[in-house]
């Protein structure tokens, strides 16, 4: 590409936020450039393709649930706290119902439905709707009333994410976005009064050999290398070295620059540094994933926050009986009412017991979780049930034993169990507040334990992804200057910038998010 090359916007990075900041560009008659150092679709096309949306959208009136902005509000402003102004959220609720009309435009599809009559991490093929949070569980539920807010991309299986990119992906095109793959900005070019005019980057000809080398190991990873990186680290590193070795330097300019490059769940020394509780975590994401996006705005000027932020998933469900257990620490305490969203609950575990700890069932449990797989997982979801339920756990005649086989402390572990069994049967309800309709007595062996720490197996990781990133104008998406103001010319969106979900996490928050900042900062980087 010339040197001269001229663009009104450049995004840098193509994944849910990066193509809803190019659309919105090219809607408003902007040439756009989008750049991204793989291939498109970052951690979005990898993920379940969970919108979180509300306040009474036509999916959940289809459905016969009622909703309202103030619902909408009431619940999440427990799980965003000051991750954004009371007026930013208020707002994302409010554009809620325009936000899924906008994908649904894009091409994106979605469905009404039923929700599922039982409680999981991720629905079967019959439903597209779901409870994706914390609606339901304590103490949530206390401050608003549940509505299922979880839409799921029209497609089977797990293939949601991948095809909402696609969709995106395709409008993005159609309008005249040029996309550029296997382009790695490594540096942002500035004015002398520091304004952002354009970007340096280096590209691999994907029409060249180690390009063609490159892309079948990239297909051959791209999905295992999300859920499970250690399994293929070493080829990953090898579709790196073959990118860098081939790449030449380029050049473009714009008028505005937009950062959309994802998180930083693959550095691990950022990770070192500002969550060290979160080492053990299996990095969710792709390789892109290193921060450099944020790196770009902070070499810029700019400043980041909430940088010690991770969601951290320990999915516990479905089977939605695997929720009627007890998860315990090692001094045998009560992590958390275990019908919490897996990386609220998750959070609990990894800073308060130091990514350690059980799942503790009965014997009348244990045979109910098998009895519910056939109708309430997924097909990769077996595969995970399948090692649990073989090798993937231990057993015992009593509580005291199952201790002893996991070096759970003994008297802290049958105190738990005897406490959650009291509030049972005297009728106060279980001490941790779990729903009552999860809560069986726990009192029949033999008994059987889960490891649900953070470094269980491989094949029981706890995945995690990063949640801060540079601050940004909340009513524009500009990137904030740490001196005052902000860096001209320069916007961040998606998981490179501080948003609606860089507090708390459930799940289609942070899709919802790339769209509502992607759109925004697309919206202000043309001046409309």
């Known amino acids: ?18 193509a809803a900041a190019a659309i919105e560009a ?9 750049l991204d ?29 009622a909703d309202s902005v103030d619902g ?58 779901y409870y994706s949070g914390n609606e339901k569980a304590h103490p949530y539920v206390t401050e608003a009333h549940p509505a299922p807010r979880g839409h799921r991309v ?17 409008s993005a095109l159609a309008k005249g976005v040029r996309f550029i793959p296997l382009a790695q900005v490594h540096k942002l070019i500035q004015a002398d009064d520091g304004r952002v005019t354009g970007v340096c980057y280096r590209v691999l000809d994907p029409a060249g050999r180690r390009a063609r080398q490159h892309r079948v190991v990239s297909k051959a990873t791209g999905k295992l290398g999300t ?14 070295r073959l990118r860098v070795s081939a790449s030449r330097e380029a050049q473009a300019h714009a008028g505005a620059v937009i950062l959309a490059a994802g ?44 940088m010690g932020n991770v969601t951290a998933w320990r999915f516990l469900s479905p089977p939605s009986a695997f929720l009627e257990g007890l998860t315990v620490g090692a001094d045998g305490r009560r992590i958390a009412n275990e019908d919490l969203y897996g990386a609220t609950h998750g959070d609990v575990l990894m800073r308060a017991f130091g990514g350690t700890g059980w799942a503790i069932y009965d014997a009348a449990t244990w045979r109910k979780i098998r009895t519910q797989i056939k109708e309430q997982t997924q097909v990769f979801q077996r ?21 002893a086989k996991n070096g759970i402390d003994s008297y802290g572990l049958r105190r738990t169990v005897d406490e959650y069994n009291h509030g049972i049967r005297s009728g106060a309800g279980d001490p941790a507040r779990k729903d009552a309709s999860l809560c069986p007595p726990m009192d029949r062996g033999p008994f059987y334990s889960i490891d649900i720490s953070a470094d269980s197996s491989l094949f029981y990781p706890i995945p995690g992804l990063t949640l801060g990133g540079l601050v940004v104008d909340e009513d524009t998406g500009a990137v904030v200057h740490r001196n005052g103001g902000t860096v001209a010319g320069l916007y961040a969106a998606g998981r490179n910038a501080v948003g609606v979900c860089s507090n708390s996490y459930v799940s289609g928050l942070s899709i919802a998010d790339c769209v509502f900042s992607g759109r925004r900062a697309g919206a202000a980087s043309v001046g409309l």
């Not at 020394?269 to 996006?293: C, N």
């Open 383 to 403: 595969l995970q049930l399948w090692y649990l339920l073989t090798i993937g756990h231990k057993k015992a005649d009593t509580i005291e034993g199952l201790a």
């Open 37 to 65: 150092r793989g291939y498109g679709g970052g951690a979005t096309a990898y993920s379940g393709g969970i919108v979180y949306a509300g306040a009474g959208t036509p999916e959940q009136q289809a459905g016969g649930y």
């Open 154 to 170: 029209l497609a089977p299986g797990m293939s949601s994410g991948r095809i909402l990119f696609e969709r995106l992906r395709d």
């Open 26 to 34: 090219a809607d408003r008659g902007a040439r756009v450039l989008v």
């Open 72 to 129: 909408m509000r009431a619940y999440l402003a427990q799980e965003v706290g000051d991750a954004v102004r009371a007026e930013t959220l208020t707002r994302f609720c409010e554009e809620s119902p325009a936000m899924i009309e906008w994908l649904k435009a894009q091409g994106v599809g979605f469905r009404g439905d039923a929700v599922p009559s039982y409680k999981t991490s991720y629905p079967t093929d019959d439903h597209y709707l």
């Open 263 to 306: 998180g930083f769940v693959h550095n691990r020394q950022w990770m070192t540094r500002y969550a060290p509780e979160f080492s053990k975590i299996s990095p969710l994401g792709t390789v892109g994933d290193d921060g450099a996006g944020i790196q770009l705005g902070l070499d810029a000027g700019g400043k980041t926050d909430k």
């Open 1 to 18: 590409m010339p040197a001269g090359d001229r663009y009104d916007v450049i995004v840098v990075g193509f994944g849910a936020a990066g």
């Open 227 to 240: 859920w499970m990186p250690g399994v293929v680290a070493g080829a990953v590193q090898r579709a790196e």
